[in-house]
DNA sequence: GCCCGTCATAAGCATTCGTGATGCGAGGTG
DNA sequence: CACCTCGCATCACGAATGCTTATGACGGGC
């Protein structure tokens, strides 16, 4: 199971092609296919279909395996390059939509930086692999409890913000003149599903407890990053939405009721690379060092 | 950063010598120094002191990646081992001693079942690289919470039962007498750090959220893997013992006084390799369907 | 000061790995 | 229906990698 056999598998399975894959990967067809056989042979198993080229049930398995692998070890050769390599004199940040908001932007050096808005999955990818040199992650947690984040590799998360759950309802939505809203009471509801504007709604599904795919059913689906536009959305009653407070409140034709059972935050940490704290100035210290006080 | 050398890399720091790597690995003295000047060159950096044989900074984090990624491949093809091999006759349980209970018990078939106590942490470690067919691991979350496992596989983890916490103070302690205790009141006591019979305190300290190294503090550390003894010791005075409450009754000079605040339980989960749930007959189908039933 | 143990380096050799050429089977085309 | 074409498998060869043996360099112990 040699890492570049597992590069060329997941290779192949992503373009569907032997040859495609060769060709990205600056190999010839031949290399490609001899790759693959190594594999089969080695574990003694069957990973694709030829015509069409497709994983097997085992080659999905491997797939995640493989995947999980090459991250790790990308993201090691990048926490071993920074080591080498000079302090950087700009700052890279990758950050999940929702996990910018006043406290952490005005966190921000005044100059030399890169913001990128990725996928919340992505972000501690992103910080592992060396693509950002600090990331912003947001999600939904009990009260100063730790996000559950991926541990694709050694990282510091610490909290930099905490604000409370709203329930985003049209004004007119019986429940609108609520002053707290129980997740019993909305179980039955229909929901915007929004992973990138809004807050995934799995978590509320696994706090509840109840039986999988009961409750919390989707209405409408935005796969867009604005979150006033799903605020908007709920206000013309497509569904309702769940957001941080502050960006639920103000919007036309929408009431934001915060959620108070159960007692859930939504929260923002910041990623770094374990061992980047020690830095004692840069602009990485800058950032985290405003951040943390 | 081909894992071999990683191999290598990992067994001259553990035996802190070069020509004993060799000889555990089977290679020669010479291949073992070629192995390790390649990482050095790969990386631009030196990974170890010669004379004595030690990491440098760089050294200790190369080994932090290679430890996680050479598990992860041992879980990987183990993971895939299984998928061409037959069914098992028999069943390999490793579990970390406090999730062996009533409930957790009564589940074991009849015959054919090895059970093995490890430390919490390698039971995860266990159910991956298939040394063992399924995992019980204990520890402490909030109610209904999955619990924080590492993930070194994807792996599936069901809750399977979860007890009230109890902290064990002697019959002659001041608040022996409540009929429930806040975490808040007891961050000055001294405590029993048992990481194996007991609960660790981690948690506790980092629910509690007061500045690290605060509160907490260990009188006695127990390293045996008996609980009696740990409620034992908590009733000669030695200090606190965290326990599930079943555990904690019944102790000849101690009081078990539930623990209110947080809400914290102890709970138990059973460990699976992801996939290995659709196997519909055999021990390890007759342990899980009990469990989960 | 000599010797022994340990790591580094050099040369030789076997194995592995990738390339180019060729074979084979499936699907499309006239 | 024969033929062509496309795509993966297989083969043989040259290059490169990796391991071994042999030797050198350096420290610590007696």
Redesign the interface.
Known sequence: ???HLLRTYVTVVRLGSFSEAARELGYTQSAVSQHIAALETD???SLLTRRPVAPT??GE??L???G??LL??D???A???R??AAPRATLDVAASPLALHARTLAALPATGVTLRAVPRERVPVAVATGEADAGLVDGVA?P???L?L??V??LTATGVAEEPLAVVLPTTHPLAGRTGLRLDDLVDARWLEAPTAGIPLDRLR??H?GPAGRGFRTALRYEGGDPRTLAALAAAGHGLALLPLPLATDVPGATAVPLVAPRLVHRTELLLP??ADAEPTGPVAEFTGRLKS
């Open positions: 199971m040699d890492p574990l003694a198993l049930p085992a398995r491997l995640e395996h493989a999980a692998l790790r070890l993201a090691a050769r926490d071993l390059d080591f080498a009990a100063s409890d730790p559950r991926p541990d590799a050694p696994a706090v407890g374990a061992g």
